[in-house]
């Protein structure tokens, strides 16, 4: 089945430092990968969507430049966290859809991001 | 504004019964539904993807119906196990680019 790998699973690091968080798909092509967060006890929260070759699509209250996407190709998006703080802390999971019509979403494992 | 909830936050069943979990949208007409599995500090795995125009679809002892008159899904497993405690997450789409989740049902299979 279609593989979502993302890296690294987990993250701690002081206040005040970027992290990337990198998400391939394995074995297919993603025009569109999506970004999520999720706090303990709670569905997932649609941060953005990045499209492959242009510019990512923020949710409404997701700062751009806090949390940079970049999609460079049909199998990569990376989400940087740019000057993390504590409240930054979260369980952060990239879903990729293959390019064909009406397929579900694949999702990573996850990061946990701790920021101390 | 679109809306899709899942309807308890938690359910017990015994090993072997058929636990019967359920996703309601509102405001919105979904193309398709898909159900996922979330373990504890893991990313969700897709399960079951239902179009809009099916009454129902089956794998192994999964079984996920679409109801558009009532707006519902229900997803079934029967004869369940321990192993199948998670917590399921409905999710709709519509568009290309439109997905909702609900926030989940945790299900406890008690042996």
């Known amino acids: 089945g279609a593989v979502v790998s993302q890296h690294p699973s987990r993250v701690i690091c002081k206040s005040g430092t970027s992290v990337k968080i990198e998400c391939r798909s394995l074995?297919?092509?993603?025009?569109?990968m999506f970004w999520y967060r999720q706090f303990p006890k709670q569905s997932l929260m649609l941060m953005a969507t990045?499209?492959?070759?242009?510019?990512?699509?923020?949710e409404q209250g997701v700062e751009k430049d806090k949390f940079l996407i970049n999609h460079a190709s049909l199998t990569l998006s990376t989400l940087t966290v740019t000057s993390a703080h504590p409240e930054d802390s979260s369980f952060y999971i990239c879903?990729?859809?293959?390019?064909?019509?009406?397929?579900?979403?694949?999702f990573g494992d996850g990061t946990r991001l701790s920021i101390l | 504004s679109q809306k899709i909830e899942q309807n308890s936050e938690a359910l017990n069943i015994q090993e072997g019964k058929t636990a019967t979990l359920t996703c309601n949208y509102t405001?919105?007409?979904?193309?398709?539904l898909q159900w996922y599995r979330q373990d504890p500090g893991r990313g969700p795995v897709f399960l079951l993807l239902?179009?809009?125009?099916?009454k129902e679809k089956r794998k192994e002892r999964l079984k996920v119906t679409f109801d558009t008159t009532l707006k519902q899904s229900l997803f079934h497993i029967t004869a369940s196990q321990p192993a199948d405690s998670a917590t399921y997450l409905c999710?709709?789409?519509?568009?290309?680019?439109?997905?909702?989740f609900g926030t989940g049902t945790s299900l406890t299979v008690i042996p």
């Open positions: 879903s990729a859809r293959p390019s064909t019509a009406n397929q579900p979403q694949h």
């Open positions: 074995d297919f092509q993603a025009t569109t």
């Open positions: 990045s499209n492959e070759g242009s510019k990512a699509t923020y």
């Open positions: 405001n919105y007409s979904p193309a398709y």
């Open positions: 239902i179009r809009e125009n099916e």
């Open positions: 999710a709709s789409h519509r568009g290309s680019n439109q997905f909702y």
